[in-house]
């Protein structure tokens, strides 16, 4: 093997340079360390392939960058949220979805977000910094293990990049991400969503990526003053350029759009907000998601009822505009965006700091007995 200056994160490498680190082994072990990580989701310890000495090695050199915090489970044991402390103390989270035949992994890019949504608990924490590749997928890696291993084994088959952080703003990541999750874990470019606040220069960078990988837009108002105050970031990027934007990426790609829409009571519920909406929406042969708002320290309205939000997508169907209601996953373990993060970031609460060794094993554990890991 051949040692590098310092060790590096497991999933940050690309296979060549694995294929140098392992220098003089013969080429086919490049190709078992790779699917070790990347197909059947092992640690470097459990490559029982390779020799004891070359495991000893390979696990100098190369690291996890995620330690578990703690990992949450819905009551009804569908949902898995997982906090993770990074290197440098940052922390951020993953949310795995589990359905009858499949899972999704919400993954974030960013720790923290710099968007300022209003409504959103991970824009109200604040900036800390950008994830590197090996941070973002070493979090399917981690869910896909747990998925696997749980009670009821599932495959990943969908990917949202919708956990924290905005994945436009840190497009390189979010893109080298998307290129490994399709050629290296196996998962089709159809399968994976990348959400965004809507940031026109990424889209548009978006456009010309040779994947057609599905784009979401958090669009929230559909007139600009309202969206100024909602998604600040709409005062750089207002509705129309947006809509601009959107279409050359429907033109190159023929890809369903999807715009998300957080219910919020009084504020995006009422009838001239469907009718914008569905209007914006109809020019752009957009799919909306209407999302009840999740309730966060920062943010004093309230989500919509759900006769309202039934009464909205109607209103959405009547003016021309396809709309589906989205049930929101584990409010119970405090799942929306940035709360669970909040949560122990609270000094009385902070447990960060408090390892656990085996990321993967506790959370399985977790998930069968259904305990419920957070403070009260
Ligand atoms: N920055 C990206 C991805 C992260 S947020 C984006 O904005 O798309 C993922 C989704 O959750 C976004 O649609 C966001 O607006 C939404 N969201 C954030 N906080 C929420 C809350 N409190 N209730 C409901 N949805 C929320």
Not at 68 to 85: I, M, P, Y
């Amino acid at each position: 093997m051949t040692a590098t200056a310092a060790p590096q994160h497991r999933f940050e490498i690309s296979r060549e340079q694995l294929a140098t680190l392992l220098g003089d082994q013969p080429s086919y072990r490049v190709d078992q360390v790779w699917k070790g990580f990347y197909e059947q989701f092992r640690s470097v310890d459990e490559l029982t392939n390779l020799s004891k000495g070359l495991r000893a090695e390979l696990e100098e050199q190369l690291t996890d960058s995620l330690e578990l915090v703690t990992a949450s489970v819905s009551e009804n044991g569908d949902t898995t949220k997982f906090l993770w402390r990074l290197h440098d103390g940052a922390t951020i989270e993953t949310v795995l979805m589990l359905y009858p035949d499949r899972a999704t992994v919400c993954i974030s890019t960013q720790a923290g977000c710099a968007m300022a949504c209003q409504f959103c608990a991970t824009g109200q924490a604040g900036f800390d910094r950008h994830l590197g590749v090996g941070e973002v997928v070493e979090q399917v890696i981690k869910a896909a293990r747990v998925a696997a291993e749980g009670p009821t084994p599932r495959r990943i088959s969908n990917i949202v990049f919708m956990g924290m952080g905005e994945p436009l703003a840190n497009y390189d990541t979010t893109w080298a991400t998307a290129q490994r999750l399709h050629a290296d874990v196996g998962i089709s470019a159809r399968h994976l969503t990348i959400s965004t606040v809507g940031i026109i220069p990424g889209i548009r960078r978006l456009a010309a990526e040779p994947l057609p990988v599905n784009l979401a837009v958090s669009l929230h108002a559909a007139n600009d003053e309202l969206r100024d105050e909602l998604v600040p970031i709409n005062k750089r990027y207002p509705l129309a350029d947006l809509a601009e934007a959107l279409h050359g990426y429907l033109a190159v790609k023929n890809r369903r759009l999807s715009f998300e829409w957080a219910m919020i009571d009084g504020v995006n519920d009422r009838d001239s907000d469907a009718a914008e909406l569905a209007e914006y929406a109809r020019s752009l042969r957009a799919h909306i998601n209407l999302i009840p708002l999740n309730p966060t320290p920062g943010y004093p309205t309230v989500g919509s009822t759900m006769k309202r939000v039934r009464e909205f997508r109607q209103l959405l169907e009547d003016f021309g505009a396809n709309a589906t209601i989205r049930q929101n996953r584990g409010t119970d373990i405090d799942a929306a965006c940035g709360q669970l993060r909040n949560v122990y970031q609270r000094p009385k609460d902070r447990r960060i700091g408090e390892r656990i060794p085996e990321a993967t094993r506790v959370a399985v554990d977790l998930a069968r007995k259904r305990s419920d890991s957070l403070p009260e």
